[in-house]
């Protein structure tokens, strides 16, 4: 097994502990970290992968953030026609505002209503709408939200504060292929003439997945 | 086979060998077809350094929660939707 | 005996832990490598989760995300001989030296 050596932490302890409490903590492992570094170097040095290209990886992958993400959702709210668009295709609308998700092989907008709100997991690992809205955080990658999400979706959401009457379809969507989902959310009350940029800046990153709703709470100055 | 919106399928019971990308909690569930993606590279055979070819049929399938889960503490209306491959699929 | 990977309706009594993690620059860099890699045709993002499901339960119960990334990526490479164990591991005690 090519993971069976370089790293130290206690296998005898942990064996067979499937549900153990102590979900590692990202990015703690440095042999993880070295055997990335070595790996690296030798690709490089093999003609595999130049280090430009490595770079460019690392340099895209800092590009993506959710305000891409809150962008998409701002002109929605603001244009029908847009969000007619976004429905559509989510690439080519992003594509209008500048935004590329090439990376992706299809996006998918999923808009929530009075009477169906979405909710983003992948079960199976952690597919996520990368090229839009960035890496995903790290609490949509623990097995816990991988686990819990599709059983009691509405006992997850009320962990991040979101009560949705009975009345109101929740609909788990997961990402089991190449299909890449944002949740197009609903737009607060008590936003009535506010311009694009203030609408943006409510769209959180979590509102993308679903757990959470935009509130309006004071228009954020631009 | 092509599978139509609104038809109503049942997920194949295989066995999760190689690299499947059906969830076992879908296996053996009836559900609805939503919507068709169009054709996709085979995952079982692409991650074994193949090729994915024949691509696919892809299917957004819709499920109602208390069909999979039988202590559901949510309403019956709850529902999970997930992606599944043509050949997973049969009609219920 | 569902695969390590297949999670969903698995019992799990956790909440779910909301902590932000900014990625550390190893992890960006093990996520460009995959980049990479997929870009020049290397190796496919499904051979990559393959990998992942293929790790120990132990491992993948309490590796980090990018820690089962690295280690399916030496797998798949090993496997295709792009890489061997052995210059690999001469590497990390060279870097860890």
Not at chain 1, 82 to 102: F, N, T
Not at chain 2, 75 to 84: F, G, M, S
Not at chain 3, 28 to 53: C, F
Request: net charge negative; charged share 25%.
């Amino acid at each position: 097994m090519s993971d069976g050596h370089g790293h130290d932490h206690g296998h005898d302890h942990d064996h067979g502990h499937d549900h153990d409490h102590d979900e590692p903590v990202e990015g703690a492992l440095p042999a993880a970290a070295l055997r990335t570094r070595a790996i690296e170097s030798l690709l490089v040095e093999k003609g595999v992968l130049t280090a430009e290209a490595v770079a460019r990886g690392v340099d895209w992958l800092v590009s993506r953030t959710p305000t891409n993400g809150a962008r998409i959702v701002a002109r929605a709210w603001v244009d029908p026609a847009y969000k007619q668009r976004l429905l559509a295709d989510a690439k080519v609308a992003a594509g209008e505002l500048g935004i590329d998700a090439a990376q992706s092989v299809t996006v998918v907008a999923l808009e929530n209503t009075a009477a169906v709100h979405h909710l983003v997991v992948c079960t199976l690992c952690s597919c996520y709408p990368r090229a839009l809205l960035g890496p995903p955080p790290a609490w949509y990658k623990s097995n816990a939200y991988r686990s819990r999400a599709v059983v009691e979706p509405r006992a997850v959401m009320a962990e991040f504060g979101t009560e949705l009457p009975a009345e109101v379809e929740v609909r788990v969507v997961d990402s089991t292929a190449d299909i890449r989902y944002i949740v197009v959310p609903r737009r607060p009350a008590g936003t009535d003439g506010w311009s694009e940029e203030q609408l943006a800046a409510i769209v959180t990153r979590d509102s993308l997945v679903g757990v959470v709703q935009p509130v309006a709470g004071e228009p954020v100055a631009v | 086979m092509t599978l139509a919106t609104g038809q109503r399928v049942r997920v194949l019971e295989g066995p999760s060998v190689g690299h499947v990308r059906t969830p076992a909690y879908v296996k053996g569930k009836q559900g609805t077809i939503a919507g068709v993606w169009g054709s996709y590279g085979n995952p079982e055979t692409l991650a074994f350094g193949g090729d994915g070819q024949p691509a696919r049929p892809l299917y957004y399938v819709g499920f109602r929660q208390t069909d999979l889960w039988p202590d559901y503490a949510g309403p019956a209306t709850d529902t999970v939707y997930l992606d599944l491959y043509e050949h997973w699929l049969e009609e219920a | 005996m569902p695969l390590i990977h297949d999670r969903g309706g698995l019992p799990d009594d956790r909440p779910i832990d909301r902590a932000e993690h900014e990625l550390e620059d190893w992890e960006l860099t093990a996520d460009a490598l995959m980049q990479a890699l997929t870009g020049g045709g290397v190796m496919t993002v499904d051979e990559l989760r393959r990998g992942v499901e293929s790790m120990e339960r132990w491992r993948y119960e309490h590796a980090s995300y990018y820690d089962r990334w690295i280690t399916s990526i030496e797998k798949v490479l090993v496997e295709k001989g792009v890489l061997n164990g052995a210059e690999i591991d001469r590497r990390v005690a060279e870097l860890g030296a």
